[in-house]
């Protein structure tokens, strides 16, 4: 009996056992955290040529407003409006009767002058014998030489009159002071004109080389000054947008102002630009890129790829599919891009965008394709005239289109065909990489 009770409290401890674990559930391990999705660009090493952006007006060398040395009527006027025309070249006669009329009164005043000048010449050389033998005075013979001194005087003096009676005959022809391009007539012939009215005939610019005066901010004088100290600062001109698609010009500036302006805090700048093909206008708005500087061998990221913690910047590298971290130290802005001057190298993968949902060691998942949001970011860019500009100031300068697209934040097909060019086939070939 007491087997058997033992054996039943066994049996009911086993059965009650079977319906406790038969209610446990097993335990599982926790499920890993997927991959977080970001987007990347990898680091580059470049030579950044460091603009600073600005814009201003274009000047003429010579700026000459032609008005009348002489009075009288204006017979003609042989130049057309807006031609080019030669230093020389003559824009308008002027009636030259009366000038020709006081040349040959001054040319016979001087002939007669010097017919006087030659008999008192030969009376003082007969007289210089007589006044050794003392057959005439020595006061006679004083008076004969002051008559020749005279007589020198008078005929220097009529060649004089006749000089400015020629300067004012040759102003009848009223030339080109420069080589330019004319503007409007501003009097026509048949009109009396004089020196004297301050009337402008005709307003001749020369076009080439022209001035580029523009500004830069005073907390960038000392660079510019270092700069000019090493030797000639580089200038890119790009003009406005709707001016039309004439290109990048070249030139180099030539001086800076010698006084900041005290109400807008900025320093005027003075480049001088070729134009050989008239392109540029006089009073032209052109966007102006000084180069201050080149850095050589840069390690070059989009901004985006830089973000601020508390210990300073950071980027996040992506190796094996997995997010390292580290601090980094910038140098200058580039456009959409950042010199990295510490911390990266080229050919790192750096995220662009996603950092917030990253840690140290976080799994990634890289993005190939751009999100609406960038893709949206990158046509406005292509909307912005100063972006177009800097592109084109780029490709001018020599800048590979893989940098272009790293410095502006736009990808190099879309940077190509912006400027009405195709991409390359490397380009073409490659897939977009999201920034």
């Keep these: ?65 032609v008005q009348p040395q002489v009075s009288g009527k204006i017979l003609d006027a042989p130049f057309v409006e807006g031609a080019t025309v030669q230093k020389g070249d003559v824009l308008f006669h002027i009636e030259p009767d009366i000038y020709k009329a006081e040349v040959d009164q001054a040319k016979a005043s001087l002939d007669a002058a010097k017919v006087a000048l030659r008999q008192k010449k030969d009376t003082l050389k007969r007289n210089a014998s007589l006044v050794e033998q003392k057959l005439i005075s020595q006061d006679n013979f004083e008076q004969l030489k002051t008559d020749v001194d005279a007589s020198e005087a008078s005929v220097e003096q009529l060649s004089a009159a006749l000089e400015q009676a020629k300067i004012n005959l040759a102003y009848c022809d009223v030339v080109a002071p420069v080589t330019g391009v004319t503007g409007k007539r501003l009097v026509d012939p048949g009109n009396i004109v004089s020196p004297g009215a301050g009337q402008t005939l005709v307003n001749v610019r020369s076009v080439d080389p022209l001035y580029a005066d523009f500004t830069l901010s005073e907390a960038y004088l000392p660079e510019v000054k270092a700069a000019m100290k090493k030797g000639e600062v580089a200038v890119l001109l790009v ?34 630009v070729s134009n050989p093909d008239g392109a540029l206008w006089p009073g032209q708005f052109v966007f102006v890129y000084p180069m201050l500087d080149k850095i050589k061998d840069a390690i070059v990221v989009p901004q985006s790829a830089v973000a601020l913690g508390k210990n300073g910047p950071y980027s996040y590298v992506i190796k094996d599919n997995k997010a390292d971290i580290r601090l980094v130290e910038k140098g200058v802005d580039v456009g959409d891009a950042v010199v990295i001057t510490k911390g990266l190298e080229a050919g790192d993968v750096v995220v662009t965008l996603g950092q917030l949902a990253l840690w140290p060691s976080a799994p990634v998942a890289i993005t190939k ?67």
């Design 1 to 65: 009996m007491y087997f058997m009770a033992i054996s039943r409290i066994l049996l009911l401890g086993a059965a009650c056992g079977l319906v406790v674990c038969g209610g446990c559930k097993k335990k599982t391990a926790p499920t890993a955290r997927p991959p977080t999705p970001v987007s990347v660009a990898t680091a580059q090493q470049a030579d950044v040529p460091v603009y600073l952006p600005s814009f201003g007006r274009l000047q003429a060398l010579n700026d000459v407003n």
């Design 239 to 272: 003009l406005e947008e709707n001016a039309g698609h004439a290109g990048v010009f070249h030139g180099q500036v030539k001086m800076y102002d010698n006084a900041v302006d005290s109400k807008s805090g900025t320093i005027g700048l003075r480049a001088l």
């Design 369 to 435: 394709t751009p999100s609406a949001e960038q893709a949206a970011a990158v046509e406005k860019k292509l909307k912005d005239p100063n972006i177009i500009s800097t592109i084109r100031t780029m490709t001018a300068a020599g800048v590979t289109e893989e940098e272009i697209a790293l410095f502006t934040g736009v990808p190099a097909d879309q940077a190509q065909q912006a400027l009405g060019k195709q991409p390359s086939q490397s380009t073409a070939d490659a897939k977009p990489a999201a920034k």
